[in-house]
Protein backbone atom coordinates (compact mmCIF):
# COMPACT_ATOMS: atom_id res chain seq x y z
CA UNK A 1 0.00 0.00 0.00
CA UNK A 2 1.51 3.25 -1.19
CA UNK A 3 -0.34 5.92 -0.22
CA UNK A 4 -2.97 6.75 1.93
CA UNK A 5 -5.10 3.87 1.93
CA UNK A 6 -8.36 4.05 -0.31
CA UNK A 7 -11.92 3.19 0.04
CA UNK A 8 -11.57 -0.12 -1.82
CA UNK A 9 -8.25 -0.70 -0.14
CA UNK A 10 -10.23 -0.44 3.48
CA UNK A 11 -12.41 -3.43 1.92
CA UNK A 12 -10.14 -5.27 0.78
CA UNK A 13 -7.98 -5.47 3.80
CA UNK A 14 -11.31 -6.49 5.47
CA UNK A 15 -11.35 -9.99 3.24
CA UNK A 16 -8.25 -10.48 4.12
CA UNK A 17 -8.62 -10.33 7.50
CA UNK A 18 -11.91 -11.02 8.10
CA UNK A 19 -11.38 -15.04 9.19
CA UNK A 20 -8.20 -13.91 11.04
CA UNK A 21 -9.98 -11.51 13.13
CA UNK A 22 -13.00 -11.50 15.68
CA UNK A 23 -15.90 -9.33 15.00
CA UNK A 24 -16.55 -7.86 18.34
CA UNK A 25 -19.69 -7.37 19.79
CA UNK A 26 -20.77 -3.59 19.95
CA UNK A 27 -22.54 -3.25 23.31
CA UNK A 28 -24.90 -1.17 24.67
CA UNK A 29 -25.64 0.10 28.25
CA UNK A 30 -29.06 1.37 29.41
CA UNK A 31 -27.32 2.75 32.90
CA UNK A 32 -24.69 4.33 31.49
CA UNK A 33 -26.74 6.02 28.35
CA UNK A 34 -28.39 7.79 31.68
CA UNK A 35 -25.63 8.64 33.22
CA UNK A 36 -24.09 9.99 30.32
CA UNK A 37 -27.48 11.37 28.57
CA UNK A 38 -26.35 10.06 25.36
CA UNK A 39 -26.75 6.95 23.43
CA UNK A 40 -23.69 5.51 23.24
CA UNK A 41 -22.35 2.07 21.21
CA UNK A 42 -18.79 0.31 22.74
CA UNK A 43 -17.04 -1.41 19.97
CA UNK A 44 -15.34 -4.07 22.30
CA UNK A 45 -11.79 -4.32 20.55
CA UNK A 46 -10.79 -5.32 24.38
CA UNK A 47 -12.10 -8.53 23.05
CA UNK A 48 -10.42 -9.49 20.15
CA UNK A 49 -7.57 -11.57 19.63
CA UNK A 50 -4.67 -10.58 22.08
CA UNK A 51 -7.00 -8.26 23.86
CA UNK A 52 -6.85 -5.09 21.67
CA UNK A 53 -7.64 -3.60 18.57
CA UNK A 54 -3.79 -3.45 17.33
CA UNK A 55 -4.08 -7.47 16.13
CA UNK A 56 -5.96 -6.13 12.79
CA UNK A 57 -3.36 -3.83 11.44
CA UNK A 58 -1.29 -6.47 12.47
CA UNK A 59 -2.98 -9.08 10.76
CA UNK A 60 -3.59 -7.09 7.32
CA UNK A 61 0.67 -6.15 7.28
CA UNK A 62 1.50 -9.65 7.72
CA UNK A 63 -0.97 -10.92 5.27
CA UNK A 64 0.07 -8.16 2.75
CA UNK A 65 3.92 -9.30 2.92
CA UNK A 66 5.07 -11.54 -0.32
CA UNK A 67 6.44 -14.83 -0.14
CA UNK A 68 9.96 -13.59 -0.27
CA UNK A 69 9.20 -11.15 3.08
CA UNK A 70 7.43 -13.53 4.82
CA UNK A 71 10.50 -16.33 4.83
CA UNK A 72 12.77 -13.47 6.95
CA UNK A 73 9.75 -12.99 9.28
CA UNK A 74 8.46 -9.58 11.04
CA UNK A 75 10.34 -7.04 13.79
CA UNK A 76 8.88 -4.37 15.85
CA UNK A 77 9.29 -2.21 18.72
CA UNK A 78 5.97 -1.68 21.30
CA UNK A 79 4.75 -0.96 24.30
CA UNK A 80 2.59 -3.43 24.47
CA UNK A 81 -0.57 -4.38 22.74
CA UNK A 82 0.91 -3.95 19.26
CA UNK A 83 3.64 -6.48 20.22
CA UNK A 84 1.44 -9.37 21.09
CA UNK A 85 -0.63 -8.47 17.77
CA UNK A 86 2.18 -8.87 15.33
CA UNK A 87 3.41 -12.39 17.47
CA UNK A 88 0.24 -13.60 17.17
CA UNK A 89 -0.34 -12.65 13.43
CA UNK A 90 3.33 -14.22 12.83
CA UNK A 91 2.58 -17.03 14.12
CA UNK A 92 -0.25 -17.88 12.31
CA UNK A 93 1.46 -17.08 9.07
CA UNK A 94 4.09 -19.76 10.54
CA UNK A 95 6.54 -16.63 10.39
CA UNK A 96 9.41 -15.93 12.62
CA UNK A 97 8.78 -12.66 14.90
CA UNK A 98 11.19 -10.37 16.37
CA UNK A 99 9.96 -7.84 19.24
CA UNK A 100 11.60 -5.39 20.89
CA UNK A 101 10.30 -4.48 24.12
CA UNK A 102 11.13 -1.80 26.84
CA UNK A 103 11.83 -3.71 30.00
CA UNK A 104 9.45 -1.89 31.92
CA UNK A 105 6.62 -2.78 29.86
CA UNK A 106 3.91 -4.95 31.98
CA UNK A 107 4.28 -8.41 32.70
CA UNK A 108 1.42 -9.66 31.13
CA UNK A 109 2.39 -8.33 28.11
CA UNK A 110 5.54 -9.92 28.27
CA UNK A 111 3.99 -12.86 28.85
CA UNK A 112 1.69 -12.39 26.08
CA UNK A 113 4.17 -12.13 23.62
CA UNK A 114 6.30 -15.36 24.54
CA UNK A 115 3.22 -17.17 24.76
CA UNK A 116 3.09 -16.56 20.80
CA UNK A 117 6.64 -17.97 20.20
CA UNK A 118 7.98 -14.48 19.29
CA UNK A 119 11.39 -13.80 20.59
CA UNK A 120 11.98 -10.83 22.51
CA UNK A 121 14.78 -8.59 22.74
CA UNK A 122 14.61 -6.15 25.50
CA UNK A 123 15.74 -2.55 25.47
CA UNK A 124 15.90 0.81 28.28
CA UNK A 125 12.57 2.31 27.60
CA UNK A 126 13.38 5.22 25.81
CA UNK A 127 12.51 5.75 22.12
CA UNK A 128 15.96 6.04 20.82
CA UNK A 129 16.88 2.71 22.41
CA UNK A 130 14.14 1.15 20.90
CA UNK A 131 14.63 2.18 17.53
CA UNK A 132 18.63 1.18 18.02
CA UNK A 133 17.48 -2.06 19.02
CA UNK A 134 15.20 -2.83 16.21
CA UNK A 135 17.50 -1.24 13.58
CA UNK A 136 20.38 -3.98 15.01
CA UNK A 137 17.80 -6.66 14.76
CA UNK A 138 16.82 -5.76 10.86
CA UNK A 139 20.21 -5.46 10.03
CA UNK A 140 21.16 -9.16 11.31
CA UNK A 141 17.70 -10.69 10.06
CA UNK A 142 16.07 -9.13 7.42
CA UNK A 143 12.91 -8.98 8.98
CA UNK A 144 10.35 -6.29 7.60
CA UNK A 145 9.71 -3.90 9.99
CA UNK A 146 6.28 -3.45 10.81
CA UNK A 147 5.80 -0.05 12.68
CA UNK A 148 2.97 -0.17 15.23
CA UNK A 149 1.38 2.45 13.17
CA UNK A 150 3.23 4.87 10.65
CA UNK A 151 2.68 2.16 8.16
CA UNK A 152 -0.10 1.84 5.80
CA UNK A 153 -0.87 -1.41 5.90
CA UNK A 154 -1.43 -1.34 9.41
CA UNK A 155 -3.43 1.81 9.72
CA UNK A 156 -5.93 0.11 6.69
CA UNK A 157 -6.02 -3.01 9.64
CA UNK A 158 -7.25 -0.81 12.33
CA UNK A 159 -9.63 1.06 10.48
CA UNK A 160 -11.72 -2.30 9.85
CA UNK A 161 -13.08 -1.82 13.79
CA UNK A 162 -14.98 1.74 12.79
CA UNK A 163 -16.17 0.22 9.47
CA UNK A 164 -17.94 -3.14 11.21
CA UNK A 165 -19.29 -0.29 13.35
CA UNK A 166 -20.93 1.27 10.43
CA UNK A 167 -22.23 -1.79 9.20
CA UNK A 168 -23.97 -2.49 12.25
CA UNK A 169 -25.21 1.11 13.69
CA UNK A 170 -26.36 4.09 11.13
CA UNK A 171 -26.32 7.82 11.84
CA UNK A 172 -23.69 8.04 14.52
CA UNK A 173 -23.31 11.67 15.72
CA UNK A 174 -19.39 10.85 16.58
CA UNK A 175 -17.02 8.58 16.96
CA UNK A 176 -14.38 8.50 19.59
CA UNK A 177 -11.11 6.35 19.78
CA UNK A 178 -8.21 6.60 21.50
CA UNK A 179 -5.35 8.30 20.06
CA UNK A 180 -1.63 7.69 20.66
CA UNK A 181 0.21 6.72 17.89
CA UNK A 182 -2.65 7.84 15.71
CA UNK A 183 -3.12 4.03 13.63
CA UNK A 184 -6.37 4.08 15.16
CA UNK A 185 -7.53 7.49 15.21
CA UNK A 186 -6.29 7.49 11.31
CA UNK A 187 -7.94 4.68 10.00
CA UNK A 188 -11.04 5.49 11.79
CA UNK A 189 -11.39 8.57 10.27
CA UNK A 190 -10.97 7.22 7.15
CA UNK A 191 -13.66 4.56 7.29
CA UNK A 192 -15.98 6.88 8.69
CA UNK A 193 -14.97 9.31 5.71
CA UNK A 194 -16.20 5.86 3.18
CA UNK A 195 -18.82 4.44 5.01
CA UNK A 196 -20.77 7.47 7.64
CA UNK A 197 -18.94 10.79 5.93
CA UNK A 198 -21.90 12.67 8.42
CA UNK A 199 -20.01 11.22 11.58
CA UNK A 200 -17.49 13.14 13.12
CA UNK A 201 -14.25 12.03 14.40
CA UNK A 202 -12.95 12.74 17.82
CA UNK A 203 -9.50 11.40 19.39
CA UNK A 204 -9.21 11.14 23.23
CA UNK A 205 -6.20 11.35 24.85
CA UNK A 206 -4.66 11.63 28.36
CA UNK A 207 -4.06 14.79 29.44
CA UNK A 208 -0.52 13.50 30.98
CA UNK A 209 0.32 12.52 27.53
CA UNK A 210 -1.11 15.50 24.78
CA UNK A 211 0.87 15.61 22.27
CA UNK A 212 -1.40 14.88 19.71
CA UNK A 213 -3.59 17.42 20.69
CA UNK A 214 -1.10 19.96 20.63
CA UNK A 215 0.46 18.23 17.35
CA UNK A 216 -3.37 18.50 15.90
CA UNK A 217 -4.54 22.38 17.21
CA UNK A 218 -0.46 23.62 15.99
CA UNK A 219 -0.40 21.66 12.60
CA UNK A 220 3.22 20.12 13.68
CA UNK A 221 3.92 16.62 15.09
CA UNK A 222 5.26 17.54 18.76
CA UNK A 223 7.05 13.96 20.32
CA UNK A 224 6.19 12.80 23.18
CA UNK A 225 8.24 14.02 25.59
CA UNK A 226 8.25 12.33 29.20
CA UNK A 227 4.55 11.46 28.89
CA UNK A 228 2.87 10.70 32.45
CA UNK A 229 -0.65 8.89 32.35
CA UNK A 230 -1.82 6.06 33.20
CA UNK A 231 -2.79 5.01 29.63
CA UNK A 232 0.25 2.96 29.16
CA UNK A 233 -0.67 2.14 25.51
CA UNK A 234 -1.53 5.91 24.95
CA UNK A 235 2.63 7.20 25.06
CA UNK A 236 3.56 7.48 22.34
CA UNK A 237 3.40 10.12 19.25
CA UNK A 238 1.96 10.60 16.06
CA UNK A 239 4.01 10.28 13.00
CA UNK A 240 3.73 11.84 9.82
CA UNK A 241 1.35 8.84 8.32
CA UNK A 242 -1.47 8.96 10.69
CA UNK A 243 -0.60 13.32 11.28
CA UNK A 244 -2.10 13.88 7.80
CA UNK A 245 -4.99 11.64 7.65
CA UNK A 246 -5.77 12.52 11.36
CA UNK A 247 -5.32 16.60 10.13
CA UNK A 248 -7.53 16.13 7.10
CA UNK A 249 -10.34 13.75 8.76
CA UNK A 250 -10.36 14.19 12.38
CA UNK A 251 -12.69 17.12 14.20
CA UNK A 252 -10.87 17.18 16.62
CA UNK A 253 -8.90 15.63 19.82
CA UNK A 254 -9.96 16.20 23.77
CA UNK A 255 -7.86 15.50 26.24
CA UNK A 256 -8.90 14.03 29.93
CA UNK A 257 -6.77 13.82 33.29
CA UNK A 258 -6.06 10.27 34.80
CA UNK A 259 -8.55 10.55 37.59
CA UNK A 260 -11.17 11.09 35.03
CA UNK A 261 -10.06 8.01 33.15
CA UNK A 262 -10.40 6.18 36.28
CA UNK A 263 -13.30 7.08 37.11
CA UNK A 264 -14.48 5.68 33.68
CA UNK A 265 -12.92 3.03 33.33
CA UNK A 266 -14.31 1.61 36.22
CA UNK A 267 -17.80 2.88 35.62
CA UNK A 268 -17.34 0.55 32.28
CA UNK A 269 -16.06 -2.57 34.62
CA UNK A 270 -19.41 -1.97 37.01
CA UNK A 271 -21.82 -1.48 34.50
CA UNK A 272 -20.79 -3.50 32.08
CA UNK A 273 -19.04 -6.27 33.39
CA UNK A 274 -16.20 -5.92 31.08
CA UNK A 275 -12.90 -5.34 31.57
CA UNK A 276 -11.08 -2.54 29.66
CA UNK A 277 -7.58 -1.43 29.77
CA UNK A 278 -7.28 2.69 31.00
CA UNK A 279 -6.27 3.25 27.31
CA UNK A 280 -9.78 2.65 26.31
CA UNK A 281 -11.84 4.17 28.77
CA UNK A 282 -10.53 7.51 27.94
CA UNK A 283 -12.90 7.81 25.34
CA UNK A 284 -15.36 7.33 28.20
CA UNK A 285 -13.70 10.00 29.82
CA UNK A 286 -14.54 12.87 26.95
CA UNK A 287 -18.14 12.07 27.06
CA UNK A 288 -18.13 12.40 30.92
CA UNK A 289 -15.94 16.04 30.93
CA UNK A 290 -18.40 17.24 27.82
CA UNK A 291 -21.49 16.29 28.92
CA UNK A 292 -23.60 19.15 27.16
CA UNK A 293 -21.95 18.66 23.74
CA UNK A 294 -22.60 14.66 23.60
CA UNK A 295 -25.80 15.54 25.15
CA UNK A 296 -28.62 13.28 23.63
CA UNK A 297 -26.34 12.40 20.55
CA UNK A 298 -25.52 9.09 19.13
CA UNK A 299 -21.97 8.37 19.79
CA UNK A 300 -19.59 4.98 19.51
CA UNK A 301 -16.82 5.11 21.04
CA UNK A 302 -13.89 2.02 20.26
CA UNK A 303 -12.90 0.38 23.74
CA UNK A 304 -9.39 -0.51 22.17
CA UNK A 305 -8.04 -2.97 24.59
CA UNK A 306 -8.52 -5.18 27.91
CA UNK A 307 -5.13 -6.16 28.79
CA UNK A 308 -4.96 -5.03 32.69
CA UNK A 309 -2.74 -6.62 35.33
CA UNK A 310 -5.04 -7.42 37.66
CA UNK A 311 -3.28 -7.64 40.57
CA UNK A 312 -2.60 -4.27 40.41
CA UNK A 313 -5.56 -2.32 39.71
CA UNK A 314 -5.57 1.95 39.15
CA UNK A 315 -8.12 2.17 41.82
CA UNK A 316 -6.55 0.70 44.14
CA UNK A 317 -3.22 3.42 44.11
CA UNK A 318 -6.05 6.19 44.75
CA UNK A 319 -7.01 7.50 47.93
CA UNK A 320 -10.38 6.54 49.14
CA UNK B 1 -48.59 -20.84 38.66
CA UNK B 2 -49.88 -23.29 41.37
CA UNK B 3 -47.23 -26.68 40.08
CA UNK B 4 -44.14 -27.32 38.68
CA UNK B 5 -44.06 -24.68 35.66
CA UNK B 6 -45.15 -26.55 32.29
CA UNK B 7 -43.53 -25.80 29.06
CA UNK B 8 -46.52 -23.61 28.32
CA UNK B 9 -46.23 -21.49 31.68
CA UNK B 10 -41.98 -20.83 30.44
CA UNK B 11 -42.90 -19.81 27.41
CA UNK B 12 -45.81 -17.28 28.53
CA UNK B 13 -43.06 -16.35 31.67
CA UNK B 14 -40.31 -15.57 28.77
CA UNK B 15 -43.20 -13.95 26.89
CA UNK B 16 -44.09 -11.86 29.92
CA UNK B 17 -40.62 -10.73 30.58
CA UNK B 18 -38.57 -10.19 27.50
CA UNK B 19 -39.05 -6.56 26.92
CA UNK B 20 -38.32 -6.07 30.73
CA UNK B 21 -34.92 -7.96 30.64
CA UNK B 22 -32.05 -8.35 28.70
CA UNK B 23 -31.18 -10.77 26.14
CA UNK B 24 -28.02 -11.72 27.17
CA UNK B 25 -25.27 -12.99 24.84
CA UNK B 26 -23.85 -16.59 24.73
CA UNK B 27 -19.96 -15.70 24.31
CA UNK B 28 -17.45 -18.21 22.93
CA UNK B 29 -13.35 -18.03 23.96
CA UNK B 30 -10.88 -20.43 21.77
CA UNK B 31 -8.58 -19.33 24.39
CA UNK B 32 -10.57 -21.32 26.37
CA UNK B 33 -12.06 -23.53 24.44
CA UNK B 34 -8.33 -24.94 23.66
CA UNK B 35 -7.28 -24.78 27.29
CA UNK B 36 -10.11 -26.37 28.61
CA UNK B 37 -10.40 -28.97 25.49
CA UNK B 38 -14.00 -28.36 25.11
CA UNK B 39 -16.42 -26.37 23.16
CA UNK B 40 -17.83 -23.85 25.56
CA UNK B 41 -20.56 -21.62 25.25
CA UNK B 42 -20.98 -18.79 28.08
CA UNK B 43 -24.21 -17.61 28.74
CA UNK B 44 -23.74 -13.96 30.20
CA UNK B 45 -26.23 -13.05 32.99
CA UNK B 46 -23.50 -11.07 34.26
CA UNK B 47 -25.07 -8.36 31.78
CA UNK B 48 -28.39 -9.33 33.04
CA UNK B 49 -29.94 -6.24 34.78
CA UNK B 50 -29.06 -5.89 38.16
CA UNK B 51 -25.87 -7.90 36.85
CA UNK B 52 -27.52 -11.33 37.50
CA UNK B 53 -29.73 -14.05 36.36
CA UNK B 54 -32.10 -13.27 39.19
CA UNK B 55 -33.88 -10.08 37.61
CA UNK B 56 -35.20 -12.92 35.25
CA UNK B 57 -37.24 -14.21 38.22
CA UNK B 58 -38.32 -11.00 40.29
CA UNK B 59 -39.26 -9.67 36.95
CA UNK B 60 -41.89 -12.67 35.97
CA UNK B 61 -42.94 -12.76 39.89
CA UNK B 62 -44.02 -8.67 40.11
CA UNK B 63 -45.20 -9.50 36.51
CA UNK B 64 -47.51 -12.33 37.90
CA UNK B 65 -49.18 -10.19 40.76
CA UNK B 66 -52.47 -9.66 40.17
CA UNK B 67 -53.95 -5.21 41.10
CA UNK B 68 -54.70 -5.53 44.60
CA UNK B 69 -51.56 -7.37 45.72
CA UNK B 70 -49.30 -4.54 43.50
CA UNK B 71 -50.82 -2.26 45.83
CA UNK B 72 -49.18 -3.59 48.68
CA UNK B 73 -45.56 -3.90 47.62
CA UNK B 74 -43.36 -7.23 47.65
CA UNK B 75 -41.29 -8.01 50.38
CA UNK B 76 -38.47 -10.68 50.67
CA UNK B 77 -34.88 -11.69 52.30
CA UNK B 78 -32.24 -12.28 50.13
CA UNK B 79 -28.34 -11.95 50.32
CA UNK B 80 -27.61 -9.83 47.37
CA UNK B 81 -28.72 -10.33 43.88
CA UNK B 82 -32.10 -11.22 44.28
CA UNK B 83 -32.80 -8.00 46.50
CA UNK B 84 -31.40 -5.65 43.72
CA UNK B 85 -33.00 -7.59 41.32
CA UNK B 86 -37.03 -7.51 42.81
CA UNK B 87 -35.96 -3.81 44.16
CA UNK B 88 -35.60 -3.18 40.45
CA UNK B 89 -38.02 -5.27 38.81
CA UNK B 90 -40.80 -3.55 41.69
CA UNK B 91 -39.43 -0.43 40.33
CA UNK B 92 -40.15 -0.96 37.40
CA UNK B 93 -43.82 -1.98 37.67
CA UNK B 94 -44.18 1.56 40.45
CA UNK B 95 -44.27 -1.27 43.32
CA UNK B 96 -43.06 -0.50 46.44
CA UNK B 97 -40.48 -3.29 47.34
CA UNK B 98 -39.12 -4.16 51.25
CA UNK B 99 -35.90 -5.93 51.14
CA UNK B 100 -34.75 -7.77 54.58
CA UNK B 101 -30.97 -8.07 54.60
CA UNK B 102 -28.00 -9.10 56.43
CA UNK B 103 -26.02 -6.47 57.67
CA UNK B 104 -22.76 -8.31 56.42
CA UNK B 105 -24.14 -8.10 52.75
CA UNK B 106 -21.37 -6.82 50.49
CA UNK B 107 -21.95 -3.13 50.05
CA UNK B 108 -22.03 -3.22 46.56
CA UNK B 109 -25.14 -4.89 46.75
CA UNK B 110 -26.67 -2.89 49.49
CA UNK B 111 -25.68 0.41 47.40
CA UNK B 112 -27.83 -1.30 44.47
CA UNK B 113 -31.05 -1.91 46.18
CA UNK B 114 -31.09 1.42 47.71
CA UNK B 115 -30.80 2.91 44.21
CA UNK B 116 -33.23 1.25 43.12
CA UNK B 117 -35.73 3.10 45.63
CA UNK B 118 -36.63 -0.17 47.88
CA UNK B 119 -36.64 0.24 51.39
CA UNK B 120 -34.13 -1.57 53.51
CA UNK B 121 -34.36 -3.60 56.52
CA UNK B 122 -31.47 -4.83 58.61
CA UNK B 123 -31.01 -8.01 60.06
CA UNK B 124 -28.64 -10.80 61.72
CA UNK B 125 -26.75 -12.64 59.20
CA UNK B 126 -28.53 -15.39 60.10
CA UNK B 127 -31.46 -17.31 58.09
CA UNK B 128 -33.98 -17.18 61.44
CA UNK B 129 -33.35 -13.61 62.09
CA UNK B 130 -34.27 -12.87 58.01
CA UNK B 131 -37.33 -14.89 58.44
CA UNK B 132 -38.32 -13.64 61.46
CA UNK B 133 -37.47 -9.93 60.35
CA UNK B 134 -39.45 -10.57 56.92
CA UNK B 135 -42.37 -12.01 58.68
CA UNK B 136 -42.68 -8.49 60.51
CA UNK B 137 -42.81 -6.56 57.69
CA UNK B 138 -44.96 -8.81 55.56
CA UNK B 139 -47.64 -8.27 58.99
CA UNK B 140 -47.35 -4.58 58.81
CA UNK B 141 -47.63 -3.94 55.11
CA UNK B 142 -49.23 -6.68 53.61
CA UNK B 143 -46.41 -7.25 51.45
CA UNK B 144 -46.12 -9.99 48.64
CA UNK B 145 -43.25 -12.25 50.02
CA UNK B 146 -41.62 -13.23 47.01
CA UNK B 147 -39.07 -16.26 47.84
CA UNK B 148 -36.09 -16.05 46.34
CA UNK B 149 -36.30 -19.18 44.67
CA UNK B 150 -38.97 -21.12 46.54
CA UNK B 151 -41.65 -20.06 44.14
CA UNK B 152 -42.75 -20.89 40.63
CA UNK B 153 -43.23 -17.92 39.55
CA UNK B 154 -39.41 -16.82 39.97
CA UNK B 155 -38.58 -20.88 39.08
CA UNK B 156 -39.68 -20.00 35.57
CA UNK B 157 -38.09 -16.70 35.33
CA UNK B 158 -35.35 -17.86 35.75
CA UNK B 159 -35.67 -20.67 33.87
CA UNK B 160 -35.87 -18.53 30.42
CA UNK B 161 -31.79 -18.01 30.55
CA UNK B 162 -31.61 -21.57 29.71
CA UNK B 163 -34.41 -21.40 27.02
CA UNK B 164 -32.58 -18.51 25.32
CA UNK B 165 -29.42 -20.92 24.93
CA UNK B 166 -31.21 -23.60 23.34
CA UNK B 167 -32.82 -20.75 20.92
CA UNK B 168 -29.25 -20.04 19.64
CA UNK B 169 -26.92 -23.42 20.31
CA UNK B 170 -28.42 -26.92 19.65
CA UNK B 171 -27.16 -29.73 20.36
CA UNK B 172 -25.57 -29.09 23.52
CA UNK B 173 -24.55 -32.14 25.75
CA UNK B 174 -24.57 -30.20 28.52
CA UNK B 175 -25.99 -27.50 30.76
CA UNK B 176 -24.14 -26.41 33.98
CA UNK B 177 -25.44 -24.11 36.17
CA UNK B 178 -24.77 -22.80 39.61
CA UNK B 179 -26.46 -24.35 42.26
CA UNK B 180 -27.52 -22.42 45.57
CA UNK B 181 -30.81 -22.39 46.37
CA UNK B 182 -31.55 -24.29 43.29
CA UNK B 183 -34.10 -21.43 41.46
CA UNK B 184 -31.33 -21.42 38.39
CA UNK B 185 -31.07 -24.85 38.62
CA UNK B 186 -34.29 -26.33 38.65
CA UNK B 187 -35.96 -23.67 36.34
CA UNK B 188 -32.50 -24.43 33.68
CA UNK B 189 -33.49 -28.17 34.29
CA UNK B 190 -37.12 -27.39 33.29
CA UNK B 191 -36.05 -25.78 30.48
CA UNK B 192 -34.01 -28.11 29.31
CA UNK B 193 -36.45 -31.42 29.48
CA UNK B 194 -38.48 -28.87 27.43
CA UNK B 195 -36.28 -27.43 25.05
CA UNK B 196 -33.27 -29.47 24.64
CA UNK B 197 -33.73 -33.10 26.27
CA UNK B 198 -30.72 -34.47 24.95
CA UNK B 199 -28.84 -32.14 27.04
CA UNK B 200 -27.38 -33.49 30.47
CA UNK B 201 -27.92 -30.57 33.55
CA UNK B 202 -25.35 -30.52 35.90
CA UNK B 203 -25.25 -28.25 39.16
CA UNK B 204 -22.09 -26.66 40.04
CA UNK B 205 -21.78 -26.10 43.81
CA UNK B 206 -18.68 -24.99 45.60
CA UNK B 207 -17.26 -27.62 48.03
CA UNK B 208 -17.41 -25.43 51.17
CA UNK B 209 -21.34 -25.02 50.53
CA UNK B 210 -22.03 -28.76 49.18
CA UNK B 211 -25.16 -29.05 50.74
CA UNK B 212 -27.16 -29.04 47.70
CA UNK B 213 -24.69 -32.34 46.49
CA UNK B 214 -25.18 -34.13 49.63
CA UNK B 215 -28.90 -33.37 49.37
CA UNK B 216 -29.11 -34.81 46.31
CA UNK B 217 -26.65 -37.83 46.76
CA UNK B 218 -28.75 -38.83 49.60
CA UNK B 219 -32.28 -37.80 48.17
CA UNK B 220 -33.19 -35.40 50.92
CA UNK B 221 -32.56 -31.78 51.66
CA UNK B 222 -30.16 -31.04 53.88
CA UNK B 223 -29.83 -27.42 55.22
CA UNK B 224 -26.68 -25.37 54.68
CA UNK B 225 -25.11 -24.91 57.89
CA UNK B 226 -22.16 -22.65 58.65
CA UNK B 227 -20.80 -22.59 54.38
CA UNK B 228 -17.77 -21.44 54.04
CA UNK B 229 -16.85 -20.34 50.21
CA UNK B 230 -16.14 -17.50 48.34
CA UNK B 231 -19.18 -17.80 46.35
CA UNK B 232 -21.27 -15.33 48.51
CA UNK B 233 -24.66 -15.97 45.91
CA UNK B 234 -24.39 -19.88 46.66
CA UNK B 235 -24.83 -19.79 50.49
CA UNK B 236 -28.30 -21.24 50.84
CA UNK B 237 -29.74 -24.31 51.13
CA UNK B 238 -32.29 -25.75 48.97
CA UNK B 239 -36.15 -26.06 49.14
CA UNK B 240 -39.22 -27.84 48.88
CA UNK B 241 -39.89 -26.97 45.10
CA UNK B 242 -36.57 -26.69 44.04
CA UNK B 243 -35.41 -29.69 45.51
CA UNK B 244 -38.25 -31.52 43.95
CA UNK B 245 -37.29 -30.47 40.52
CA UNK B 246 -33.56 -31.25 40.50
CA UNK B 247 -34.17 -34.41 41.77
CA UNK B 248 -36.57 -35.05 39.10
CA UNK B 249 -34.51 -33.42 36.19
CA UNK B 250 -30.81 -32.62 37.14
CA UNK B 251 -28.12 -35.14 36.15
CA UNK B 252 -25.79 -34.53 38.66
CA UNK B 253 -24.10 -31.81 41.00
CA UNK B 254 -20.26 -31.42 41.52
CA UNK B 255 -18.51 -29.22 43.49
CA UNK B 256 -15.22 -27.73 43.29
CA UNK B 257 -12.51 -25.91 46.16
CA UNK B 258 -12.75 -22.11 46.02
CA UNK B 259 -8.88 -22.08 45.10
CA UNK B 260 -10.27 -23.53 41.55
CA UNK B 261 -13.36 -21.60 41.72
CA UNK B 262 -10.95 -18.23 42.12
CA UNK B 263 -8.82 -19.93 38.99
CA UNK B 264 -11.46 -20.27 36.81
CA UNK B 265 -12.98 -16.58 37.73
CA UNK B 266 -9.27 -15.27 36.75
CA UNK B 267 -9.23 -17.28 33.55
CA UNK B 268 -12.44 -15.61 32.51
CA UNK B 269 -11.78 -12.31 33.62
CA UNK B 270 -8.00 -12.57 31.32
CA UNK B 271 -9.18 -14.48 28.33
CA UNK B 272 -12.72 -13.26 28.05
CA UNK B 273 -12.56 -9.97 29.68
CA UNK B 274 -15.77 -9.74 30.84
CA UNK B 275 -16.43 -9.83 35.00
CA UNK B 276 -18.02 -12.60 36.59
CA UNK B 277 -18.60 -13.30 40.70
CA UNK B 278 -16.95 -16.46 42.04
CA UNK B 279 -20.39 -17.86 42.17
CA UNK B 280 -20.47 -17.55 38.26
CA UNK B 281 -17.13 -19.12 37.89
CA UNK B 282 -18.04 -22.63 39.76
CA UNK B 283 -19.27 -23.25 36.26
CA UNK B 284 -15.95 -23.52 34.62
CA UNK B 285 -14.42 -25.04 37.54
CA UNK B 286 -16.44 -27.62 37.05
CA UNK B 287 -15.17 -28.34 33.97
CA UNK B 288 -11.62 -28.03 34.76
CA UNK B 289 -11.74 -30.48 37.41
CA UNK B 290 -12.98 -32.54 35.47
CA UNK B 291 -11.06 -32.29 31.92
CA UNK B 292 -11.99 -36.29 30.53
CA UNK B 293 -15.25 -35.83 31.17
CA UNK B 294 -16.07 -32.67 29.12
CA UNK B 295 -13.24 -33.41 26.44
CA UNK B 296 -14.19 -32.84 23.18
CA UNK B 297 -18.28 -32.26 24.26
CA UNK B 298 -20.37 -28.88 23.71
CA UNK B 299 -21.14 -27.19 27.13
CA UNK B 300 -23.32 -24.36 27.97
CA UNK B 301 -22.53 -22.92 31.37
CA UNK B 302 -24.47 -20.18 32.89
CA UNK B 303 -22.20 -17.05 34.15
CA UNK B 304 -24.72 -16.24 36.99
CA UNK B 305 -23.71 -12.72 37.49
CA UNK B 306 -21.24 -9.81 37.43
CA UNK B 307 -21.62 -8.07 40.85
CA UNK B 308 -18.04 -8.84 42.99
CA UNK B 309 -16.12 -5.80 45.32
CA UNK B 310 -13.74 -4.57 43.04
CA UNK B 311 -11.78 -3.07 45.50
CA UNK B 312 -11.97 -6.29 46.84
CA UNK B 313 -10.67 -8.98 44.47
CA UNK B 314 -9.63 -12.50 45.61
CA UNK B 315 -6.81 -13.04 44.24
CA UNK B 316 -5.15 -10.23 46.08
CA UNK B 317 -6.28 -12.98 49.55
CA UNK B 318 -4.26 -15.54 47.97
CA UNK B 319 -0.58 -16.39 48.39
CA UNK B 320 1.49 -15.84 45.18
Known amino acids: MSGIPSKDEIISAHERIKNHIHRTPVLTS???????????????????????????????????????????GVATHSSGNHAAALALAAKSANVKAYIVMPRTAPSIKK?????????????EPTLQAREETLNEVIAETGA?????????????????????????????????????????????SLSTKYFSPGTKVIGAEPEGADDAYRSFRDAKIYPSINPDTICDGLLTSLCEKTFEIITRNVS???TVDDSNIIAAMRNIWERMKIIVEPSAAVTLAVIGNNKEKFAGKKAALILSGG??????????KLER
Open 30 to 72: KQLNEIYGCSLYFKCENMQKVGAFKFRGAANSVLSLDDSELTK
Open 111 to 123: KAVEGYGAEIIYC
Open 144 to 188: AFIHPYNNYAVIAGQSTAAKEIYEVIPDLDYLITPVGGGGLLSGS
Open 252 to 254: EII
Open 307 to 316: NVDLDNLPWS
